[in-house]
DNA sequence: TAGGGCTATCTCAAAAAAAGATAGTAGCGA
DNA sequence: TCGCTACTATCTTTTTTTGAGATAGCCCTA
């Protein structure tokens, strides 16, 4: 069975007549007989009644609901791909808490207002896990710290952190090796890769195993260091939008371990659907508005 | 898009390899390859990554879902039509009240029995009405008194009925005239054969314009007769299943007048679906089964 | 009864699909 | 590192299908 015969079985059944579904579907007459005729052969059932009036059979009407469902279907999926110029679908995101909280709400903005029509689900997790996702097609796209090593994969530098060092006391040098090996670090779970800064750092200052918590979430992390629970690395944009909340205290930390960049990693843009094209153009132009504060900052 | 296009690409997708693919659907590797690039080029995206694993890209994955949705839509449409041995889908029957009440009721059980995957809707109304139905193609057969005269479909005597005269009175000769004229006779609505039989009895008896009561159910009928209101007209069946639960009094009728026909009515048989086909295999063995009884009555 | 509008059928050319053959490539193990 | 194997892409040929035109037959209407 041919998309085509049902699409000219459709149009016979709503015009009534073979020419006008012909003229409708830009062919000739003689061929919507040969579509129909094949359609009811192979369905064993005479699918129209060409008595005077040409109407559907009760067979073909059973025929029309189905027909409906499978060309709509159709349609829709075509649309996924070939919509033009407003995208339609699904956009699944992976991204890491900080940047989900801090760097995403904008652009995320811009691209709903740019594309209504597309549902965004956004998946929050650890560096790792992220990448995970992406390679196993669970997501559509990720912003992750680092470069991706895997090979054939779009990377697009997006934002640039510094991380500073937060504690629960105002710190203007860096705490002492003792200190530190004393003290606890909070952490997101394992894979986060600000957390392989926090052993970066700690390995720095010849400090090996210190207690490492692990947190899911931003705001239990930074609760836990304002109650003198230890120190954390977290992107300074990120705590400075929670410091007025908490009672936490930052240090700069060396730039060697401060810099991290964090880009939007995806597969290569000849698979993107149009709702992954179109938001990585939003990034894309929300980056060049951004660049000159980032880098000022 | 073709079907087959979309059937080899959930292949694909499925098996992760091309050559499995092709095994699978019968053909070979190179129709494979032709067909996904056929699919990619159509959609402007690339479906499938070809490095080392094949594997759906993440707009591969999108289609897959739509792919499913259409290929299902399109394998229960063909199973409509070409279900081996199991008819599946709709089967709607229009049927006379009295029909429907006394004779369908066997029939219809042992049709659900042979084809339990089959949903079974009845329409009830007078035969004009259900007439319309069938050639406005709402239902897909009809059980009606009398021979459609419309050409171009299939007839099947299914049941004799024989009316008799229905009364809250003993009889034991036809009313006078004169007790014809002052007593009204209550019938279904408009359109119901058994009505024009009333009015072809009252014309036999030189009675013009009896006042007629219309009814639209049975019972309500039967209730009123009982009580006194008139006379109704009934094959003898209906009446005797129900007489033990209404006080009334029957009469035969002349021969000419009380003999009638209701005929099975279908579309011709080349655009029944599998549904109707059984069906009607099931009615002409049940009235292989009952024809001697309804001769001998 | 003639004419207009419709569908079925036939035919031919063009397009497309199927199948086979071959070349190139990635992965795997020695 | 070198084949070996299994896989996909490409090219070619053959076969099938499709599209469009021409024509014949049918039904309805005037």
Redesign the pocket.
């Known amino acids: 069975m041919?998309l085509?015969?049902l699409r000219l079985f459709m149009a016979?059944a709503e015009t009534?007549?073979?020419?006008?579904?012909?003229n409708q579907l830009?062919?000739?007459?003689?061929?919507?007989?040969?579509?129909?005729?094949?359609l009811e052969e192979e369905l064993g059932v005479q699918l129209?009644q060409?008595?005077?009036r040409?109407r559907p059979t009760s067979a073909g009407l059973a025929l029309v609901e189905y027909a409906e469902r499978i060309l709509t279907a159709h349609d829709e999926a075509v649309s996924l791909f070939k919509g033009q110029e407003k995208a339609c679908g699904r956009l699944r995101i992976g991204a890491m808490e900080t940047t989900t909280a801090l760097r995403l709400p904008p652009i995320l903005a811009a691209y709903h207002a740019a594309q209504p029509d597309v549902d965004i689900q956004i998946k929050t997790g650890p560096t790792a896990e992220l990448v995970e996702l992406l390679l196993n097609g669970q997501v559509d796209c990720v912003f992750v710290a680092g470069r991706l090593e895997h090979g054939r994969y779009h990377l697009l530098k997006a934002f640039s952190e510094r991380l500073i060092l937060v504690g629960s006391t105002p710190m203007t040098k860096m705490p002492s090796s003792q200190a530190l090996l004393t003290s606890a670090f909070l952490a997101f779970r394992q894979g986060c890769s600000y957390r392989q800064r926090i052993e970066l750092l700690l390995a720095s200052y010849g400090v090996n195993a210190g207690r490492i918590f692990e947190f899911g979430s931003l705001d239990a992390m930074l609760g836990c260091v304002a109650a003198g629970m230890g120190y954390t690395v977290l992107p300074r944009g990120t705590v400075e939008a929670h410091q007025h909340r908490f009672g936490i205290h930052t240090l700069e930390l060396p730039t060697s371990i401060a810099n991290v960049d964090t880009y939007f990693v995806a597969p290569e843009p000849e698979s993107w659907t149009p709702a992954l094209a179109s938001f990585a153009d939003t990034l894309r132009d929300a980056l060049v508005v951004d660049e000159p504060q980032l880098t000022a900052s």
Chains 1, 2 share one sequence.
């Open positions: 041919q085509k015969s016979v009534g007549s073979f020419v006008a579904a012909a830009h062919t000739v007459q003689s061929n919507v007989t040969a579509h129909i005729k094949k129209l060409r008595a005077g040409v």
